[in-house]
């Protein structure tokens, strides 16, 4: 019989046992180290006992609900998080993207799709490995006293201070810097940091925009780095040295 390699390790905050049950053997069938939770105390002493890659958390958890708990995830730790929404409502998935959440689920939803979120949010967690006998290239960005590090994923601000950014953030930003002065519609740019095409209710880039331009704007009101072009998208005005 063939060997499912372990891959990371994932913790399944869902109070629902039916669920948990179901998602836990899927994914340990595809090689995960599969965690679980019913509530947040159960979740925060999981957490303190294993090192946990990501983290599957509903919506609708009964006391402390998962909005909370991903508030707490994001100010505590740089855990990836995937949020599972109630009947798709899009007000839900915005919400949990505004504090902090990489991707959503809506339930019901189909194992397969799940997998596929769980991976591509694990992959851009990441910074890209390279062969062991390959040289890693610096890829460093320098823009209006920041520097921007997108092999190591730091930022810096011109103060010197290290600003965190969530993994949708990191892509974001990483797509702007990569393409200044040119407007990014939101489908490029929701297929460049999600790999998925928007929806009709998808608001998921201007939700990441609104979060980025806190940590980088002066005045997130009135912003300078980050401005939106109506009708077509955004552009990042800063200019942008290499290296």
């Given at each position: 019989r063939r060997e499912i390699p372990v891959l990371d390790t994932l913790l399944v905050v869902v109070d629902e046992e039916d669920i948990r049950v179901l998602v836990v053997g899927y994914l340990t069938g595809q090689g995960y180290h599969v965690l679980t939770a019913g509530d947040g105390a159960e979740m925060r002493?999981?957490?303190?006992?294993?090192?946990?890659?990501l983290v599957l958390v509903d919506l609708g958890l009964p006391g402390e609900d998962g909005l909370r708990l991903t508030r707490y995830?994001?100010?505590?730790?740089?855990?990836a998080v995937i949020i599972v929404t109630g009947k798709g409502e899009p007000v839900d998935r915005v919400v949990g993207l505004e504090v902090g959440a990489d991707d959503y689920v809506a339930?019901?939803?189909?194992?397969r799709e799940l997998l596929a979120r769980?991976?591509?949010v694990l992959r851009r967690a990441r910074p890209v490995q390279h062969a062991a006998d390959?040289?890693?290239?610096?890829?460093?960005?320098?823009?209006?006293?920041?520097?921007f590090d997108l092999g190591g994923r730091r930022l810096t601000a011109p103060g010197g201070s290290e600003v965190l950014l969530t993994t949708g953030e990191f892509e974001l930003l990483a797509a702007l810097v990569r393409s200044p002065n040119r407007v990014l519609s939101r489908d490029h740019l929701l297929e460049a940091t999600r790999n998925r095409e928007a929806g009709p209710?998808?608001?998921?880039?201007?939700?990441?925009?609104?979060?980025?331009?806190?940590?980088?704007?002066?005045?997130?009101?009135?912003?300078?780095?980050?401005?939106?072009?109506r009708g077509a998208g955004y552009i990042f005005t800063a200019v942008v040295e290499r290296g």
């Open positions: 002493r999981q957490m303190a006992a294993t090192a946990v890659d995830l994001r100010e505590h730790t740089a855990v339930k019901p939803f189909d194992l769980i991976r591509s390959s040289t890693p290239t610096p890829e460093v960005m320098r823009f209006a006293g920041w520097q209710f998808d608001r998921a880039i201007d939700v990441q925009v609104g979060r980025l331009r806190k940590k980088l704007e002066s005045d997130p009101a009135n912003p300078q780095l980050i401005k939106a072009v």
